[in-house]
């Protein structure tokens, strides 16, 4: 799996995993908000937070359902198209 980490927690069985994108595309308001609304439609998806100065996309999950493969593809399709994760060489 493409991710930049994943932590277990053991209390309640909960797998929540967290990644990390930049996203070169990510420059407006509007990038933001679609971008929000594409990676929150991902069934398994909590939480995502956009930085657009920093274009970077940081993204919380449960890894049961989804991975980072998955919202990194999502962001693909819709048309983003660099999306890596930092500190990746593709």
Do not use: H, W
Not at 36 to 44: E, T
Not at 69 to 90: C, H, N, R, S, W
């Amino acid at each position: 799996m493409n991710r930049l980490f994943e932590k277990y927690l053991c209390c309640g069985g909960e797998y929540i995993g967290e990644t990390t994108f930049i996203v070169d595309d990510l420059v407006c308001r509007y990038c933001k908000d679609m971008v929000a609304k594409l990676v929150n439609s991902i069934n398994g998806v909590s939480r995502v937070n956009i930085n657009i100065p920093e274009r970077t996309v940081n993204v919380a999950y449960d890894s049961r359902i989804t991975d980072a493969y998955v919202i990194q593809m999502t962001l693909l399709k819709a048309g983003y198209k660099t999306v890596e994760e930092p500190g990746k060489i593709y």
